[in-house]
């Protein structure tokens, strides 16, 4: 049996408008509902997307190509550039990246994860942890305004209006998301078997649910690499280079580095393997990344026992 063709088309995505690869053929579409049907309407039926990586911009057209039952790929910008690099392709606009994007789908074809459809309870996790994420960053604000004292009666005011609004509505949004987990049975269930590893605070775990949905389906040592922390080799030769962690997802790596803190602190098991490595020369930080790795592992693994169950 004939294996299935894919049509790829690079998309290279902006704020007001995207630049699509239609088989050689550029076009640009708006930002905008009437834009992305115009585009969906003109793919072939073959077609898989293939775009950047690049936060809120591309998250409309992703969720209309999932709504039309269209595959889509969301690569890192990295990869595309170090393919271009590979390439000697030096130019960069917005025709030459679409184009380049087609290219790079084909070149990878078979190996490209397509974006996996959120449920509607991790989508709404999502954008409640970005807004608590931006809102605890506005309260650090409040708080470094407040160390230096304010004189006028007005902005006096106006700081402990805004504090008092900030720790309100951070109030609401945490009280939110443990109202979504506890009525949706998935996030409960896999929020339950996270908090049972010793270290993992509420909030981390609500950054696992979001920013971490595979993990329960990984094979051993994958976890480490999507959290970013597996170490590479840089071997030549005779040559033993360092080892150095690269790429993976900083939100919850940042979250999951003060757990790995708390469980080199709290947990029986972690704690020894983090005292361990100090006593054998390795730096604290070096030591953390090792205890976060495990962490990511203990994580797939309970998660995994979790979708068995």
Not at 7 to 12: E, L, M, Q, R, S
Not at 45 to 74: I, M
Not at 196 to 215: D, T
Request: charged share 25%; aromatic share 6%; net charge positive.
């Amino acid at each position: 049996m004939p294996a299935k063709t894919i049509t790829y088309i690079g998309v290279d995505l902006a704020k007001p408008n995207f630049v699509a690869d239609l088989s050689g053929a550029t076009a640009t579409f708006a930002q905008t509902a009437q834009g992305f049907a115009l585009f969906i309407k003109r793919l072939p039926k073959d077609a898989a997307v293939v775009c950047e990586s690049t936060g809120c911009y591309g998250q409309a057209l992703v969720a209309a190509l999932h709504a039309a039952g269209v595959p889509v790929a969301v690569v890192m910008p990295r990869r595309v550039r170090f393919y271009a690099r590979s390439l000697n392709l030096l130019a960069k606009n917005d025709r030459i990246d679409a184009a380049l994007l087609s290219r790079f789908g084909r070149a990878n074809a078979g190996m490209l994860r397509f974006h996996e459809k959120p449920s509607a309870a991790v989508a709404t996790l999502i954008e409640l942890l970005r807004a608590r994420d931006d809102l605890v960053e506005l309260i650090k604000l409040e708080t470094n305004r407040a160390e230096k004292p304010l004189a006028t009666p007005l902005l006096i005011k106006h700081a402990a209006s805004r504090q008092r609004l900030f720790d309100k509505q951070l109030r609401e949004i945490e009280e939110a998301i443990r109202s979504l987990i506890d009525s949706d049975p998935n996030l409960r269930g896999r929020n339950a078997r996270i908090r049972q590893i010793q270290g993992i605070g509420e909030v981390s775990a609500w950054s696992v649910l979001a920013e971490l949905p595979e993990l329960g389906s990984l094979d051993r040592g994958q976890s480490a690499c999507l959290l970013g922390v597996a170490p590479f080799c840089d071997d030549s030769g005779s040559k033993s280079g360092q080892r150095r962690i690269a790429g993976g997802r900083s939100r919850p790596r940042r979250v999951l580095y003060m757990a790995a803190i708390s469980a080199a602190r709290s947990n029986p098991v972690l704690k020894f393997f983090y005292q361990r490595l100090r006593a054998r020369g390795k730096l604290p930080k070096v030591a953390l990344c090792a205890v976060m790795r495990k962490l990511a592992e203990l994580l797939n693994l309970a998660l995994k026992q979790f979708l068995i169950i």
